[in-house]
């Protein structure tokens, strides 16, 4: 038989071992014993009754009119409600004249972030400064005020997905050098009063709720302040954030670099490096990469807390879903705010997830 004439045969039975494949991997898996079968039909019955009954609500009966009187015709979701008070969710009760500056900064991230994605950028030396400064310039355009000729915004009427992410972020860029600096202080041999500090407020910390954390923020924070002294609840709430953060970033980062040989600490002191060069050339980037999935798991996991800070006045992606559904004309619209909400925190976590995962295979590959 001629090459091509092989190559022929192989492509028709592509498709037949490939089934037969899946055949054998599903009854080896799926269907081995009779109780792993009743699990598996179980488990479809359950994931069609699901899917089918949301396809039903969310789309074949579904309203995607203009008005309410369209809802009102229908039995299933009213996605009306979601375009009448999208700009609510994303930016909160931001002043109407001025939501041009939060979309401004949005496209701005967005940009950088894009431009992230080419090597090139990412390994030019300003590329975290960068960051920095988008993220600090953002904060002053949606601020306003300070001489810069735009009307200045007090943070009461922030909200939404703005609030929630700038919460989120500033939380895991501020509490992550403060975890690492507390994780060292934790390992410390010579300095045994850094140690005990670093303990008792790690230890302290993670015995807390992040709730009482900022009601405390919230409530006893200003009287450490002198009298007259007002102190914004946004930066409250995100002072609070930031020590709840580190805390638990210090734990993980500790666990990095207990899983880093000691012998890598006992060659780096045979070079002669000092405390600080052998943490930051050699331990702290081996213990960083060990702990990438943990790290981002705590990400997440503040990401999705920051809607806690309702209970102090601050009405995040969340919380706005009560101003949303208070409007006399979409009043019992909450399972779409919710089913909307949720797809935003899907896809934010879901983003985050897949970026660490990328970061881990290129840094295996260098490794390797």
Known sequence: MTAPATHTLAAAQGPLHAGVHAAHWARRNLFSTWSNALLTLGALWLIYKVASGLLRWGLLTASFGTTRAHCDAVSGACWAFIREMWPLF????????????????????????????????????????????????????????????????????????????????????????????????????????????????????????????????????????????????????????????????????????QAVAKGQEEAADALGLGYWQKMRLIVLPQALRIVIPPLVNTFIALLKDTSLVAIIGLYDLLGISAFATANPQWLGKLVEAYVFIALIYWSLCFAISRLSLRLEQRLQSRQH
């Open 90 to 257: 994303l930016v909160g009760t931001y002043p109407f004249e001025e939501r041009w500056r939060p979309y401004l900064v949005f496209l701005a991230i967005v940009a950088v972030g894009v431009a992230s994605l080419f090597r090139a950028v990412r390994q030019w030396r300003w590329f975290f400064p960068l960051w920095l400064g988008v993220g600090l310039a953002g904060f002053l355009v949606i601020r306003g005020g300070l001489g810069m000729g735009l009307l200045h915004v007090d943070t009461s009427l922030w909200g939404g997905l703005m609030l929630t992410v700038m919460l989120s972020v500033g939380g895991i860029g501020i509490s992550f050098p403060i975890g690492v600096v507390l994780a060292l202080g934790r390992r410390s041999r010579r300095m045994p009063i850094i140690r005990a500090l670093s303990v008792g407020y790690i230890e302290l910390i993670r015995g807390v709720p992040l709730i009482t954390v900022l009601f405390m923020s919230s409530v006893m924070l200003p009287l450490f302040f002198p009298p007259g002294f007002d102190l914004d609840k946004l930066l409250r709430a995100q002072i609070g954030i930031i020590l709840f953060s580190a805390a638990y970033v210090a734990e993980v980062v500790r666990g990095g670099l």
